[in-house]
Structure formats: structure tokens, C-alpha cells
């Protein structure tokens, strides 16, 4: 009895914690990482050339470790944070990059960007949980310049493009910066994440160059880890869009619902698309078409109702479609797996009907007041394509201007003799023995290269 009555005079410090809430966001965290490692690395990994895979698979492991470190150093207050280094006229324009790593910050509860909306989870919770989306972001970016990119490029292009680039945007469009205080919505990341990771990739792509002539083409190696790869993505997805009430609530079941019945639908779009004009259904386009609904109902998942999802659905299994096939190879620009397409495009097409389609019986769950055109608000598809016309500008000259400082310094293209052997030139180490490693003439041949450049290096020092 005493006990009792001495702790119910402590003062409870934790009055705002919701434990279900709290519950759920590290689940939804979790599966967010999981589409990540191993997802999307097993994903590009079975869609890459054979010698390519560990290229692939290290590319994304690092992008995945690197983010987190930059995170927690400054990445999450330039994105998250409650103050503001540039405001003009009310409007929250950048954060500020400091460090959120104190024992009483990560304990606290969040409070999350300059208008300091206040959650039931502590700052250690959301901190994680938005970390996932930013270290998403340039895994799915780099599946536009694989098979050429210098590893040690990517290692600095990484922590510096997410936190100049990706933080940022995230400031505008997820935390209540300018965007969002114009009226712009972007419900779990169809332009924060998937519109820079295509607009990323298209601009590197360009920066970078194109992979060697007659390999100038997608030859999938492993069809197994596509689809272990795109399962994990799909399902993973139901934490990235159903996190993003930052609780258990009502929206986060419909978001998840709208989430799977949009990428149910555009997957089978998709292959009546590949059945008209490529006359069979294949398992790689199937996957595109569903990874491109996933990235569409993302800006719009707790904003509309099943018929809006549906509509979304099909419109991600045609319009991407169409500019992969059709209007992107006509860019002149070798973007890989065609991420452009479906990300930035998908990413777009889901903001723009976000704003045509945001029905307010599933809206004042999340964000009262917020309608969609066909309810009455024309404006809010204008403010939809204006943010994302900012964002498209923005992506792509910081990416641009990154690139180019770096290429400065390090190269950014791996040398042709090591594109030529892959994996053992670059890593030392193949995916698997059974898959036709480099010959032992071939190793020897680039071992004697690089040691002629070494030896005129020197002369040339001398």
C-alpha cells in the first residue's frame, strides 16, 4: 500500500505516450527497412546482369548504413526539426542540420517540424521512422545508374545528396514547411521520396553517362530474386504508407487497404498492357507495374476512398507504362531500370490525382478539410502540380550540381576494364560460383592493365 502511494506522487513524465501507438510505428518502421535491406537490394540484385550482383547488393547496403549516420548527425533536424534557419514571410523554408542524439531528446516526446505538432511516440520512434524513408530514397535512385557508377563516388554522393536533397524536401512536404503551409500534400512520400528518386536518378544518369555500348540493355539474372525481392517491397509497404498517421488510427487501416488494392490493380493493368503490344505477360513487367502503384497511392493513401484508389491503380499500370516503353528511351539517357518512369512519373501522376481525388469522409481522419477537385476544390490540383514542379526543379539541379563537384575529385564512372569483369574486379567476390565468374585470362589481363596504369602514374610523378 505505501509503495503504491509513494509512486502515485511521482510526477508521470510520460503522460503523452501512447504504447499501441508507439507499437505500431516501430512495426511500421521495421517493415519500411525491410523493403530496403533486403528487399530492394535482392530486388536490383535478380534485375542487374549476373556480374553486377554484389555491385548491386553493396550499393544498397551502404546507402542503408550511411543514411542512418547522417541522420542522426544532421539529417533529421534539417528535415524534422521544430526551428527554422530560413523563414520569409511566415514561410518555413530549411531547417537546421544539428545533431539529435541526447539521452533527453531521444527519450522525449516528438515534436515534429517548425509548426511543432505534437505525437503520442517519443522522438527515438519517429527519428527511425522517418530515417527508413531517407535511406529508401537513394537505394530506389541508384537502380538508375547501375552497372557503371565508381563505388567511391556513391560512398560520397550518398550521405551528402540526402542531406542536402532529400531533407529539404521532406522539410517542405512532410513536416509543415512552405509547401504544405501553401496547402500541398504528400500523404507517405509519392514526391518526397519516389519524384526525387526519379528525378535523382534521371539527372545522375545524365551526370554519370551510360554503361558500356553492348550492354546497353536490362538483362534480369535471377527471376526468384525479383520476386522475393518485390514481396518483400509489397508487403513492407503496408508500414510505409499505413506509418504515416504516425499511429493505430483509422486512417492507417484505410491507407493500407488503398495501398494493396492500388498496387493489385495497376500489376494487372500492367500485364494487359505487356499482353496487347508485347503479346505475353511477363514476371518483370508485372513487378514494375506493381512497384509503379505502390509509388502512385503512396501521396494519396489516407486521402481517398477504394474507387480513388482503383482509379490510381490503373492510371500507374498506363501512364508509366507508356513513358518506359515509349517517351523515356527517347530522352537519350541510360537510366537503368527505368526509375524515371516508375517513380518519378508514377510519383507525380499520385500527386496530381491526390488533388483530384482527396475525398473528405477519409480525409478528416488526417487532415479535416482537405478535398480533392471532383469534391469541389479545383485549387488543390493546382497547388498539387505547382509542389511538384518545385520539387522536379530542385532534385534535379542539386543532384546535377552534387555530381558534378564530386566528379571533380573522384571519378564517376568505373574504369571500362573493370565493367567488363564486374563484381571480382570491383568487390573481389562474385554472388554465386554457379555464376560464370571472369576468367582467369580476364583477371589476368585486368591485373596486368592496372598495373601498366600504376607504373605510368609513377613515371609521370617522376
Do not use: C
Given at each position: ?5 509513494f509512486?502515485?506522487m511521482i ?24 523493403m ?6 535482392l530486388?536490383?540484385a ?7 550482383m554484389?555491385?548491386a ?5 551502404y ?5 542512418l549516420?547522417i541522420?542522426v ?9 521544430t ?6 514571410h511566415?514561410?518555413?523554408i530549411l531547417g ?22 505534437a505525437?503520442?511516440i517519443?522522438?527515438s520512434t ?5 530515417f ?11 537502380g538508375?545508374i547501375?552497372e557503371?557508377?565508381?563505388?567511391k ?8 545528396w540526402?542531406?542536402?536533397?532529400y ?6 512536404l512532410?513536416?509543415?514547411?512552405w509547401?504544405n503551409?501553401?496547402g500541398a ?10 519524384v526525387?528518386?526519379?528525378?535523382g536518378?534521371?539527372?545522375a ?18 527471376l ?16 510505409f504508407n499505413?506509418?504515416d498517421p ?27 498492357m ?17 512497384i ?5 497511392i503512396?501521396?494519396?493513401?489516407g ?19 507508356i ?17 524515371f518512369?516508375?517513380?518519378?512519373v508514377a510519383?507525380?501522376l ?13 480525409t478528416?481522419?488526417i ?7 471532383i469534391?469541389?476544390n ?47 574486379a570491383?568487390?573481389?567476390e ?5 555464376s560464370y ?16 596504369k600504376k607504373?605510368e602514374?609513377?613515371s609521370d610523378n617522376?
Amino acid at each position: 500500500m505505501f509503495i503504491e502511494s509513494f509512486f502515485s506522487m511521482i510526477p508521470d513524465s510520460t503522460s503523452w505516450l501512447n504504447t499501441g501507438n508507439n507499437g505500431w510505428m516501430l512495426t511500421a518502421s521495421t517493415l519500411v527497412g525491410l523493403m530496403s535491406i533486403p528487399g530492394l537490394a535482392l530486388y536490383y540484385a535478380g534485375l542487374t546482369k549476373r556480374k553486377y550482383m554484389v555491385n548491386a547488393m553493396m550499393m544498397a547496403l551502404y546507402a542503408f548504413a550511411a543514411v542512418l549516420v547522417i541522420w542522426v548527425l544532421a539529417g533529421y533536424n534539417f528535415g524534422f526539426g521544430t526551428s527554422s534557419i530560413l523563414e520569409i514571410h511566415g514561410y518555413y523554408i530549411l531547417g537546421i542540420p544539428t545533431p539529435s542524439m541526447s539521452g533527453t531528446f531521444i527519450s522525449g516526446q516528438a515534436i515534429v517540424g517548425p509548426q511543432r505538432q505534437a505525437l503520442s511516440i517519443p522522438n527515438s520512434t519517429i527519428m527511425f521512422f522517418q530515417f527508413v524513408f531517407a535511406a529508401i530514397t537513394p537505394v530506389l535512385l541508384m537502380g538508375g545508374i547501375l552497372e557503371r557508377m565508381n563505388f567511391k563516388a556513391w560512398m560520397i554522393f550518398v550521405p551528402v545528396w540526402s542531406l542536402l536533397v532529400y531533407s529539404p524536401v521532406a522539410y517542405w512536404l512532410f513536416a509543415g514547411g512552405w509547401l504544405n503551409q501553401l496547402g500541398a500534400v504528400d500523404f507517405s512520400g509519392g514526391y518526397v521520396i519516389h519524384v526525387d528518386a526519379g528525378i535523382g536518378a534521371l539527372a545522375a544518369a545524365l551526370v554519370i553517362g551510360p554503361r558500356i555500348k553492348e550492354e546497353m540493355h536490362m538483362k534480369a539474372n535471377n527471376l526468384a530474386l525479383v520476386m522475393l525481392g518485390l514481396g518483400l517491397i509489397w508487403l513492407g509497404w503496408d508500414g510505409f504508407n499505413g506509418g504515416d498517421p504516425y499511429g493505430a488510427t483509422i486512417d492507417a487501416g484505410i491507407a493500407v487497404l488503398n495501398t494493396n488494392v492500388a498496387t493489385a490493380v495497376s500489376m494487372i493493368t500492367w500485364m494487359f498492357m505487356d499482353m496487347k503490344f508485347f503479346k505475353k505477360p511477363s514476371l518483370i513487367g508485372a513487378s514494375v507495374g506493381a512497384i509503379s502503384g505502390l509509388v502512385g497511392i503512396t501521396p494519396a493513401a489516407g486521402y481517398v476512398n477504394i474507387y480513388g484508389a482503383i482509379i490510381i491503380g490503373i492510371a500507374t499500370g498506363i501512364v508509366p507504362w507508356i513513358f518506359l516503353y515509349k517517351i523515356e528511351p527517347k530522352f537519350k539517357v541510360d537510366d537503368t531500370l527505368g526509375v524515371f518512369s516508375s517513380h518519378a512519373v508514377a510519383g507525380v501522376l499520385g500527386g496530381l490525382l491526390t488533388g483530384v481525388l482527396a475525398d473528405p469522409v477519409v480525409t478528416q481522419y488526417i487532415d479535416p478539410g482537405l478535398t480533392g477537385a471532383i469534391y469541389g476544390n479545383v485549387r488543390q490540383l493546382g497547388i498539387q502540380a505547382f509542389a511538384a514542379v518545385i520539387v522536379i526543379v530542385y532534385v534535379f539541379a542539386l543532384t546535377y550540381g552534387i555530381l558534378k563537384l564530386i566528379g571533380v575529385f573522384v571519378p564517376l564512372k568505373e574504369t571500362t576494364e573493370k565493367l567488363r569483369i564486374g563484381d571480382m574486379a570491383i568487390h573481389g567476390e562474385t554472388g554465386f560460383e554457379m555464376s560464370y565468374p571472369p576468367s582467369s585470362a580476364e583477371i589476368e589481363r585486368f591485373t596486368r592493365e592496372e598495373k601498366a596504369k600504376k607504373s605510368e602514374k609513377k613515371s609521370d610523378n617522376k
